[in-house]
Nanobody
Framework: QGKLVESGGGLVQAGGSLRLSCAAS????????LGWYRQSPGKQRELVAD???????NYADSVKGRFTISRVIFTNTVHLQMNSLKPEDTAVYYC?????????WGQGTQVTVSS
């Protein structure tokens, strides 16, 4: 399935927006579940949102109503639109892909929200 490549992190003020993107390189088959996790210093990695190949989405309570996950149909490309960002959203965000037998991770992209 190749690797997952992320883009779109950065520094933004509280209340601002960022859009993260992730694409699976060398992908031959659809990855059934794509998602985003995040990890801040001293904390465990946590699920932010995920989306199935048929478009079913799942969000952490902390981001509901502010973040939107989407995937490009028939591809292994997934986006995370993050609005109304808060300082507590600061973390390294990781793209994740899961099949029936394997789990894939991106290298991570830093999102920093200043107050």
């Amino acid at each position: 399935q190749g690797k997952l490549v992320e883009s779109g992190g950065g520094l933004v003020q509280a209340g601002g927006s960022l859009r993260l993107s992730c694409a699976a390189s060398e992908s031959r088959y659809s990855i059934p579940l794509l998602g985003w996790y995040r990890q801040s210093p001293g904390k465990q990695r946590e699920l932010v949102a995920d989306i199935t190949s048929d478009g079913t989405t799942n969000y952490a309570d902390s981001v509901k109503g502010r973040f939107t996950i989407s995937r490009v149909i028939f591809t292994n490309t997934v986006h995370l639109q993050m609005n109304s960002l808060k300082p507590e959203d600061t973390a390294v965000y990781y793209c994740n892909g899961r099949t029936a037998t394997d789990t894939y991770w991106g290298q991570g992209t830093q999102v920093t929200v200043s107050s």
